[in-house]
């Protein structure tokens, strides 16, 4: 009789267990909430933060200076993620050492999204180095993020319905925002001849800059700085800029400014004078605090930087 008793308690105990295991409570429960949002750039986490406002409380995993290509989650940050409701990323191979993570937390039944990869393809550039990819770097092309700022709202009203039309009122005014953000950038490079109109960097990340606002672009380092430049790559950009007589290069926030200086260096011994034109944010956007730290400031500050130094130096 005691053994029925103890067999009926433990059912009852599975059966309760089974319920507290699907995940229906939990997210019905998310309208009467903040809603637990992990990202892991600091692009993605603002996007988040400004189309999520008060709905959202964002933990962004990497801080300013942070090379995404490079960045391993911690164990702090799968303990961080395994408690979130969501899990904002880049995607496209952006956080190329995460991706083990990202599928197990898709396996815990988390939600994950990948911002870039919501944006219709035939709008992505490819990616030289690694064929049939593409280049992850979306939000250097102000339209494509708002592409990405679309999306996100659309994620957000998937899993919190009940506030869909604060999601779509944050989104539209944020739409507001870019375009005029995209108008200064358009403003701002008409100042540079087009023929002067050459960004060099310390890896491929402005792809979607140049293609977006008319510039050619070349990087020390590839798409991805996982692979390191070897003195050949030195050489071959010092002898295109001392050829090409570029007035500047620049350095990355997120990026060792090393690569850069060796290129100047290469120059320098071929005869030509380039400047470093100033450091512009890559992969990271700047220290809280600054005008930076929003993905408004870092692209008003790069453009103004780009355009300063390819106008003030006489080549
Ligand atoms: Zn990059």
Redo the contacts with the bound molecule.
Sequence with gaps: MKIHILLAVMLLGFASAGCGNTSEPEQGALHSRTINVVATTSMVADLVGVIGGDRVAVTGLMGPGVD??LYKASEGDVARMAGADVIFYNGLH?EGKMTEVFEQMQRRDIHTFAVAESIAEDHLLGSANFSGSHDP?VWFDVSLWGEAAHETARALSALDSTHATTYTTNLEAYLVELDSLDAYVRHRVEAVPEAQRVLITS?D?FGYFGSAYGFEVRGLQG???ATEAGTADVQELAAFVAEEKIPALFVESSVSRRGIEAVREAVRARGFEVAIGGTLY??ALGSPGTPEATYLGTVRHNVDTIVGALTNVTP
């Design positions: 995404p290509h952006l770097h890896h990340a798409i991805s700085t890559g992969d």
